[in-house]
């Protein structure tokens, strides 16, 4: 649900990707509060906090508080590809990943997508 816009830069990215991940979690039970208040603090367009590191270290927060797995799901990735910021974004969920039994992470498993050819 991000737009060409959403990923202009590192912030707005944060920004776009925090909005739309509380949109998905507003209806799950079982998350601290106080995990989820900072991503508030991402969507504000007048913080000047919050780029990807900040961000990844909110996740992994949130992920460690999660009593059940949490799955990132992503999809029309040729659309992003030019963007230096999603390949930023990427290149962190490779670091947890590779770093996934010492920090809090997404649960990783593959999909199989058939091609549509």
């Excluded at 992503?74 to 670091?95: K, M, P």
Aim: aromatic letters at 12%; glycine letters at 4%; proline letters at 1%.
């Amino acid at each position: 649900m991000l737009s060409h816009d959403d990923f202009a830069d590192e912030k707005t990215f944060t920004r776009s990707f925090s909005r739309e991940l509380l949109l998905a979690v507003s209806s799950v039970k079982g998350l601290k509060e106080s995990a989820l208040d900072k991503f508030w603090t991402f969507t504000d367009k007048n913080n000047t906090n919050g780029g990807l590191s900040e961000l990844f270290q909110c996740l992994s927060n949130l992920w460690g508080t999660s009593k059940k797995r949490v799955i990132l799901l992503i999809d029309e990735v040729d659309s992003a590809t030019n963007s230096q910021v999603f390949v930023d974004f990427l290149a962190h969920l490779r670091g947890y990943y590779i770093q996934r039994d010492e920090r809090s992470t997404f649960h990783f498993s593959q999909i199989f997508c058939p091609s549509s050819s």
